[in-house]
């Protein structure tokens, strides 16, 4: 059975640290990993999407990586802002279960 | 560009009520989704579509009903309200298979009391 896990549960950081959060899987046989960010009262926005043959996805500050071998993803973002402030999550799509399957999410807060 | 759009927002239904809750997407996205986010837990499958006409079960469907006839729409139906059926929400959908880039609504919170 596929599961995803994140840690931590949440995280408080002052502005301008870089920080890493992390995404584990069970089932290495995973076909993508998307990161996802939520806003409290909104929907889901992707941030960014790894196929299982790539290593890494970059867009602006954030940078993705996937270590599919160990069941590993983190999202690193760099130089962090107030308005980073949200929760982010992870999603695995397998094959074999045909559908995304979701961690409980990293509630990030950056203050000033 | 609205994207995915959801109506109500915000529900307060009675133990045994019935209502639908609405998703359309104007994006001409094949598949359509619908989940539900409890507090602290990861998203969870409800059912998904396919296409217009073409729906299947996710991986928590009792106690709903959905229906798919035009591309755009895909409409949520509870059934006699419990209160274990008090979450948020969420439809989305994705051009593409299942792992594909998932675009998400703003999302219901129902409370059933």
């Known amino acids: 059975k596929q599961e995803v896990t994140q840690i931590p549960a949440a995280l408080s950081v002052p502005e301008g640290e870089n920080l890493v959060l992390n995404c584990s899987f069970t089932?290495?046989?995973?076909?993508?990993l998307q990161w996802f960010r939520q806003d409290p009262g909104k929907g889901l926005t992707s941030l960014l999407l790894i196929q299982s043959s790539q290593r890494e996805q970059t867009s602006g500050r954030l940078n993705a990586s996937l270590d599919k071998s160990s069941g590993r993803s983190t999202l690193y973002i760099a130089a962090s802002q107030p308005g980073d402030s949200a929760t982010y999550l992870c999603?695995?799509?397998?094959?074999?279960?045909?559908?995304?399957?979701f961690g409980a999410g990293t509630r990030l807060a950056v203050h000033p | 560009n609205a994207g995915v759009t959801q109506t109500p927002k915000f529900r307060i239904l009675k133990i045994g009520q019935s209502m639908t809750l609405q998703c359309a997407q104007d994006?001409?996205?094949?598949?359509m989704y619908w989940y539900r986010q409890d507090p602290g837990m990861g998203l969870k499958l409800i059912y998904y579509?396919?296409?217009?006409?073409?729906?299947d079960k996710g991986e928590v469907p009792n106690g709903y009903n959905v229906s798919r006839s035009t591309t755009e729409d895909f409409p949520l139906r509870l059934e006699l309200a419990a209160p274990s059926q008090t979450s948020v929400y969420f439809c989305a959908s994705s051009q593409g298979a299942p792992g594909e880039k998932l675009f998400f609504g703003s999302g219901t919170q129902l409370s059933v009391l």
């Open positions: 579509s396919v296409g217009a006409g073409i729906t």
């Open positions: 999603a695995v799509f397998s094959g074999g279960y045909n559908k995304l399957i």
């Open positions: 994006m001409n996205h094949n598949y």
């Open positions: 089932d290495s046989a995973i076909y993508n």
